[in-house]
C-alpha cells in the first residue's frame, strides 16, 4: 500500500480510464484533461470503465509509483461527479481505497470473505 499522509495533495479523476493505460497515458491525462503537473507529487486516483478497479499514480522525485487495487467483489460506489477532478484529504483517500464513500467519517462495516 502506497503511504498516504496528510501533508499530500490528492486528486480523484471523474473521467474513467481504459485499465490498460500505462504510466505515460496517465501522465499526460494529469495534464491535458486534469491541468496538473504530474511531475508535482500530486496522488492522481483514476478509476476504470467498469468501476471494480482504481489506479494510483505518484512522483515520488525520482520516478513514477502506479499502483493499482482490483475489487474482488463489487465495485466501487463512490465516485466523483460534474467536475474534472476531486481533491480529497488523507483519510478520505483511505476511504476511498476501502470501497467506501469518503464524505463520510466512517469506514466500510468489515465483511468476511468467504
Known sequence: MI?????????VAVEAVDGRKGID?????????????????????FRS?????I????????GFWLA??????GRFQ???KGE??????AHQAQLLLAAGNPD???????RKLH
Request: net charge positive; charged share 25%; hydrophobic share 45%.
Open 3 to 11: 503511504q498516504l499522509t496528510p501533508q499530500m495533495k490528492i486528486l
Open 25 to 45: 497515458s496517465l501522465a499526460r491525462l494529469c495534464e491535458e484533461k486534469l491541468a496538473k503537473d504530474p511531475f508535482s507529487g500530486c496522488v492522481f486516483i
Open 49 to 53: 470503465r467498469a468501476g471494480t478497479a
Open 55 to 62: 489506479r494510483l499514480l505518484v512522483y515520488d522525485g525520482q
Open 68 to 73: 493499482q487495487k482490483r475489487l474482488s467483489k
Open 78 to 80: 463512490w465516485w466523483v
Open 84 to 89: 474534472t477532478a476531486r481533491e480529497l484529504e
Open 104 to 110: 463520510i467519517e466512517a469506514a466500510p462495516a468489515w
